[in-house]
């Protein structure tokens, strides 16, 4: 592939032609062209409706030719993971971190919310002032702090030694670190103040995901409507009005017909389009026929596919760490040491939307789960998520068997 190099002077843009078979905002272009200059997608589209004439400055722009069996889509959005290529978020090490980043965004994901684990209130307020840097620097969207309100119950591979019931000044002091750069906090809505905290996160714009939880239905069902409405009374310009879901089923009692528990509430508010459920639909932490059944029952506009990844996705079997906790993989596989409790994920998001496909999900619906619709729960859909005029020149290229191809980030090749 041979691509034009960014010039020294900031003067001249640069422009790519891109052809091959696009996939974008739920539909399939054939024979389709995305133009780019400097970091802004200036045309996607078919290619035939794509005149350099309307276009100046591109008449001399060299092509960058797929086959059409090649596939353009947007640039992968992971609203939850943990790090990767030995990179560890959680441990809140800049080096460590960087690599991690570095990693994901030559992998395809180049959007993503950096989050932490359950940890020591110095540990998290460290966290979050090392990603509020990296945030400025625009190599994060934001943070999610998965914790500390969650319960001891379905902690999973939460620190259990350090589980909060709900601290409302913790949480104002965590918000006034984050600056602004907290997008989302994992809760558990049964904890006594849990109704305060929410009414707290959407308070400040901060999207509450429902998850690490051992409540009931109706408990479920009562805080993503609080969780919603509040969202939509506090009106943050960018900031989507839906709660999400973290992880569904994985930290949850799992669904029962006379104790159907947040599972199915999580369904049904999501079927009404009124919250959003993560998948991580890795082949470890869900089955692939539940995947396709969420997919069915409420609509792939309603799903965000994440990867929960951590150090160890990229790499082989053997020893890392999850922030403070160590852990083991075997057969790509994480695991707590301390409790053999899955530990995050090991794939990247391109490895979840492969394997979403495989388990009968469409294409088109399957890449919407992992751009458009994360990109809108992050309230970021005029900047990424699609292939449009205007939007952020973020591109992945992949073949036919959804293998990586190439990357390409604010406009520039990263692979």
């Not at 310009?237 to 973290?246: A, F, N, R």
């Not at 539940?290 to 996705?313: H, P």
Request: hydrophobic share 45%; charged share 20%; aromatic share 4%.
């Amino acid at each position: 592939m041979t691509v034009p190099d960014r010039p020294v002077s900031s003067s001249a843009p640069v422009r790519h032609l891109i052809t091959g078979t696009i996939v974008s905002d739920g539909a399939v272009i054939d024979d389709g062209l995305v133009a780019v200059e400097d970091d802004r997608i200036a045309f996607a589209g078919p290619a035939a409706e794509f005149h350099e004439a309307a276009f100046e400055g591109f008449e001399e722009t060299p092509r960058t030719d797929f086959p059409a069996e090649r596939y353009l889509v947007p640039g992968f959005v992971d609203v939850h993971c943990h790090g990767g290529n030995g990179g560890d978020f959680p441990g809140a090490d800049e080096s460590s971190a960087r690599k991690a980043i570095d990693f994901l965004h030559r992998s395809g994901t180049t959007t993503l919310l950096a989050s932490m684990v359950t940890a020591p209130r110095e540990d998290l307020l460290r966290g979050i002032e090392l990603f509020v840097r990296l945030a400025d620097e625009g190599l994060v969207a934001g943070i999610h702090l998965e914790g500390p309100f969650l319960s001891h119950a379905r902690c999973g591979a939460q620190n259990p030694a350090y589980l909060l019931e709900p601290d409302l000044d913790l949480m104002s002091e965590l918000v006034e670190a984050a600056a602004g750069k907290l997008a989302t906090m994992t809760y558990a809505p049964e904890l006594p103040g849990a109704a305060a905290l929410v009414d707290l996160m959407t308070f400040h714009g901060v999207t509450p995901s429902l998850g690490h939880t051992d409540c009931d239905d109706a408990t479920a069902a009562a805080s993503l409507t609080a969780a919603r409405e509040g969202l939509e009374s506090a009106g943050f310009d960018g900031v989507s009005s839906l709660p999400t879901v973290t992880h569904l089923f994985n930290g949850m009692p799992p669904m029962h017909h006379r104790s159907p528990g947040p599972v199915a509430a999580s369904l049904r508010t999501a079927q009404e389009g009124k919250a959003v459920v993560e998948l991580i639909a890795d082949g470890t932490h869900l089955d692939p026929s539940t995947v396709a059944t969420v997919f069915q029952l409420v609509g792939g506009a309603n799903v965000v596919l994440v990867t929960d990844s951590m150090a160890a996705a990229g790499l082989s079997d053997g020893n890392y760490m999850l922030g403070p906790s160590p852990v083991t993989v075997t057969d790509g596989v994480a695991t707590l040491d301390a409790t053999g409790s899955i530990a995050g994920g090991t794939a990247t998001l391109l490895d979840v939307v492969r394997r979403t496909v495989a388990a009968g999900v469409g294409l088109a619906d399957a890449v919407a789960s992992a751009t458009a619709v994360p990109a809108a729960v992050l309230g970021l859909s005029d900047e990424l998520g699609g292939l449009r005029r205007g939007l952020r020149a973020d591109l992945v290229v992949v073949d036919k068997d959804l293998q990586l191809a190439g990357v390409l980030r604010n406009g520039d090749w990263l692979a």
